[in-house]
């Protein structure tokens, strides 16, 4: 069995756990969205480009409301997130060409959780070989584009509505 460990992703869990503020929340309350990266708000939920990408064009959907998990939001919240994901899905295929795609929700802290207590939704997408040696071997994370120019080729997808 392969291994691949990811050094730098524990020490931002680590870090973000000893912190109770939530990163959605503070988000929602600041008044500039380039700045806090929300490529969008609906009426339920909001798309926000993750600050810590996998890959370019990482964008997590997130409700209004801080909910811990799906048992707790309601229907019209998980309609609405399932549709924006198909949203973002369409704009990074215009943009990036992707070859795939990597939906996914951590829902507590032994599952991964980075942010505790608010639900969301990762939509990131792949190509072939677009992980390399530098992550696991130098602990340098690869991201060929900053967030910022990333913000500027999908919020045009976001401003029709």
């Not at 064009?57 to 549709?83: C, F, K, N, T, W």
Request: charged share 20%.
């Amino acid at each position: 069995m392969d291994r691949l460990w990811s050094p730098w992703r524990y020490r931002y869990v680590s870090q973000v756990a000893q912190d109770d503020t939530c990163i959605f929340c503070e988000a929602l309350k600041a008044a500039n969205d380039r700045e806090t990266l929300i490529l969008y708000r609906g009426q339920h939920n909001f798309i926000i480009l993750n600050r810590y990408p996998y890959t370019t064009g990482h964008v997590m959907i997130a409700p209004y409301e801080h909910i811990p998990d799906l048992a707790g939001a309601r229907q019209e919240v998980l309609s609405e997130m399932m549709a924006l994901c198909q949203r973002v899905e369409k704009a990074l295929a215009e943009v990036y060409k992707p070859e795939g795609y990597n939906l996914g929700m951590n829902l507590g802290r032994c599952a991964g959780a980075g942010v505790l207590g608010h639900l969301h939704l990762h939509l990131l997408p792949r190509w072939a070989g677009d992980t390399s040696f530098m992550t696991t071997v130098a602990e340098t994370r690869l991201e060929p584009e900053e967030l910022t120019t990333t913000y500027q080729k999908l919020k045009p997808y976001f401003e029709d509505s």
